[in-house]
Structure formats: C-alpha cells, structure tokens
C-alpha cells in the first residue's frame, strides 16, 4: 500500500526551497491533511459545495450503493482487490480532500477493480467497465487500468444510476503502450459525482482520454497528467453539454515534468436552460530543467440559451526556456448567426439548421472516438438533450 505522504516537487531560490508551482504544494492520502473546503478556495470557488450533499466534508458510513461490471476480451486481466493490494496508489498522490477521503473510505465490500492489459498485447475489442449507482447514498470508489510494455487497449468508463458518488482512477501506461479512455458521466438527474483521473505516461508511451459529460446533477472531474520518461505523448478531450440547473466542471492538469513530452488539451460545451453552469479549468506545468516540451490546451462554450453561466480559465506556467511549443486559447459565445442564415437561405427550417450547426460543432470530436456504438449513442444523447432543452 502506498506510503500515508509523498514529498513535494521543490526547486531552489534564495538557499530557500519552494514549491515549483502553486498547482503542486502538497497531498496526501490522509484526509485530515487537508481542511473541510468552504469556497474562498482557489480550487472550490466555482464548486457549488451545498450541492455535494456533504461529500467534502465525509461521513463515517458510506451508506450508497454501486455496482461494478466488467466486460470485454478474455486477454484483459480483470481482478477484484482490497485495499492492501499493492497497485493501489502506487502511481497518485491525493490532490484535495474529496480525493483522499475516496482513498480512505472504500472498502472490501465493495473493493477496488484493476484492469491490466498484459505485456506486448494489443485488445482488438473494448473494455467496458460500467459504474451504477443503485441506492442514493455517499459511495466510494476506486479503479486501476494498467496498461503493460508494448501493449495496446481502449478502456470505457460508464457511470450511470443515481448516487453521491466519489472515485480515484490510477492509469498506468508502461514504456511504448498505447491506451484509450473514454470516460462516460452519464449519470441520472439527481446524481452527485467528484471523479479524479491520474494517468501516468512512460517513456515514448501514448495515453489519450475522452471525458463525455451528459448527466448528472453535479459533476466534477479532474483529470491529470504526469510523465515518467521522455517520449511520452497525452491527448485530453472532452465534451459537456450542460441543461437546466446542471453544474458540469472539469479540471485538467498536465505537469511536463520530464523532457521532450507532448500534450494537447480540447474541451467543446454548450449549454442550454436556466443556470445551467459549466466550468473548464486547464492547467500546464512545463518543468524547470526540462526542454522540448511540446503543449496547447483549448477550450470552447457555446451558449444556447440565456440564463446560463461558463467560467472557462487556461492558465500554462513555464519554468524553462527551452520549449519546443506551448500555448492556450478559450472562447465562449453564441451559435453564429452567418451559419444559420446560410443553412435557412437554402430552405433549411430555423430548428433544423440550428441542430444541424450544433451537431457539426461536436462531430469532429465525437467522430475520433473509435467505438462506433458508443460514438453514434453519444450523438443520440446530445441531439435528445437539445430537443429537451429547446
């Protein structure tokens, strides 16, 4: 089992060491390291925390239900595991209180899930691995995708039901394997889930992750990035579509830690109903030492209706001046109007050509997913969900 505290990343200044960035100050696998959020928090402020149902504060019954179910070719390793297993936490620090009560708070009765793509194996079909809430309650969870030297998977994480829901998923990509995630928040109306993703990328390894966002009453996912050999490549992308009253946050974070790396970061929203409220916050780290650090983060809203609210923040921090690239962009606004008058001019009715221009504004990300019924059911949702709100 990992050690209750890892170190700090410092460098020097002045004969005094400080932390590399203020996004890397300290964690924890105890909970009591860090203090009961009240949302004069940098990292909270834009979280509705009387909406997380006392999931930042713990409880000491975790009295929700969820199962767990796990599909795919017999070649993918598949276990069931207690908290002593030594995998678990073995790639991840805590990052906030939420994480590390998640750490604390599984148990056996409902135990960790690791799933391990064998050594210079490549999965010719998906895994799924399908979370559902089943009795509304604080529930807890904990999943391990490992993907072994030289070996090749897509994984699929689907959450759904109802539940207040807390999880840590630790992705290992060995040196030279290739993995793919796609993560599905596909959760009832009333459902509460704080999801914290940590890949780690190895040496000339790829890992590329697509966080879809449909349901859900408060979802808040953060996923990060940290490299342990030169070559590593990872691709994050993401896609919300916000309704009436939804709270949809993600929080990336890739830490160029080591040199000659590759990132790139794309998250389309659109939102649409009275306060309905999305948040995108992307943070890059490029490393003090490191050279050849290639990285752009990108982040796009478009806003249906009025009523609503986006709070989309880039922020890069650059330590070293030897960057092969870096860069970010944010943009928030309404359907274009030239579009719609283009599409009506040739005969096309209003609400036709204003689907027809929200489908192509998410089509090029959802068409890079390479599961074609869970690309083609992702499309059907988002066309549901506007008809719902319109």
Known sequence: MASPNLGIREHSHGGED???????????????SFPVPNGREEEWRFTPLRRLRGLHQGREIADGTVTVEVSGPEQAVVERVGRDDPRLGASFLPSDRVSALAWESFTDFNPATVVTVPKDTELTETVFVKITGTEHGDAYGHTVVRAEPHSAATVVLEYAGSAVYADNVEFVVED????????????????????????????????????????GDLVRLSPSVRYRGTGGDAELHGLYFTGAAQHHEHRSLIDHNVSNTRSRVEYKGALSGEDAHAVWIGDVIIGEGTTGTDSYEHNRNLVLTDGTRVDSVPNLEIFTGEVEGAGHASASGRLDDIHLFYLQSRGVPADEARRL???GYFQELIGRIEVPELRDRIMDEVEEKLARHE
């Not at 993995?179 to 999801?195: C, H, K, M, P, Y």
């Not at 914290?196 to 449909?214: E, G, K, M």
């Open 18 to 32: 400080v932390p590399v960035s203020h996004l890397d100050v300290h964690g924890s696998f105890e909970s009591a």
């Open 176 to 215: 030279g394997a290739s993995l793919t995630v796609i993560s599905l928040q596909d959760w009832n109306d009333d459902a509460v889930q704080v999801s914290h993703h940590y890949a780690t990328v190895n040496r000339d390894a790829r890992f590329r992750s697509f966080v879809i966002t449909l349901g």
């Open 357 to 359: 221009v929200i489908r």
